[in-house]
């Protein structure tokens, strides 16, 4: 289906990303989805945002609404009609807003799940930490603006980070129908971003070791986005058989060998 588009405001957008062994993203992706890859290794994360003001475009902003959402995401690309792809592949969102929950694959993208998310922001120091009621994801990350990333990152320049989620705006998430995927496009019109100095980080996928073997996942680096008018514009869905990332997190049964 064609989600409508969505205008509104990030208030505050982190995301904190991991790279890992190709090899193991590549298993946990459906078809036609494969890793991007950054200096030889792929990228995935979690994308944790407050929105304000989301409402359907032409609506004014009086009729919008505010929430916290969590999107695991992995950098992805692939082949359509012939042309060059690239996004990310999001198996997993989870949403403070239970009016989010009943309308996720109508007015917006995929199977949102509910979760109760705690948040506390002072100055350049920020802790986000959330727990679904399916008690199916954790995540927990305390971090600080810094000045730059971590010289450990595979990205050689903050710039360099950023031009790459930038490009990665066309997500594809989990709907309720297997094997099908709800298009999403992120415009953003005051695109910045900074760097993010991680204090403590959890992630109950990330540390899932029958998905991650040990040493072929380590948290990479994380950014910051604050203030951002954007919309979210509908792309067409894409059909295809799904892999075991989507039925371990969203809680489906299925088969985890289907596009190995």
Not at 3 to 20: C, S
Not at 107 to 116: E, K, S
Not at 161 to 180: C, E, H, I, N
Request: proline residues 6%.
């Amino acid at each position: 289906m064609r989600i409508p588009t969505i205008r509104g405001v990030i208030d505050r957008r982190i995301l904190v990303n991991f790279r890992a062994d190709p090899s193991v993203l590549a298993r946990l992706l459906p078809s036609p989805f494969r890793p991007k890859l950054v200096d030889g290794v792929g990228m995935a994360g979690v994308c944790l945002i407050h929105l304000k003001d989301i409402r359907p475009k032409f609506l004014p902003p009086l009729f919008g609404i505010s929430s916290e959402n969590a999107a695991h995401r992995i950098a992805v690309e692939w082949e359509q009609s012939g042309e060059p792809r690239e996004g990310v592949f999001i198996p997993r969102r989870d949403t403070s807003s239970r009016l989010n929950t009943l309308l996720g694959g109508r007015l917006f993208p995929g199977v949102h799940h509910h979760a109760t998310f705690q948040v506390r922001e002072e100055g350049d120091l920020y802790r986000v930490a959330l727990v679904s009621d399916d008690r199916r994801t954790h995540v927990l990350v305390a971090a600080h603006v810094a000045a730059d990333l971590p010289g450990t990152s595979a990205f050689g320049s903050l710039q360099q980070a950023s031009d790459f989620f930038a490009r990665g705006s066309l997500g594809y998430s989990v709907t309720r129908k297997p094997g099908a995927f709800d298009g999403l496009e992120l415009r953003s019109f005051n695109w910045q971003v900074r760097a993010l100095a991680v204090e403590r980080v959890e992630s109950s996928f990330f540390e899932d070791r029958g998905l991650f073997p040990p040493g072929s996942v380590e948290l990479d680096c994380a950014l910051v986005m604050r203030g951002i008018d954007h919309e979210w514009q509908g792309r067409e869905t894409l059909c295809q058989a799904c892999a075991g990332v989507v039925n371990t997190l969203s809680g489906k049964r299925g088969h985890a060998h289907a596009s190995r």
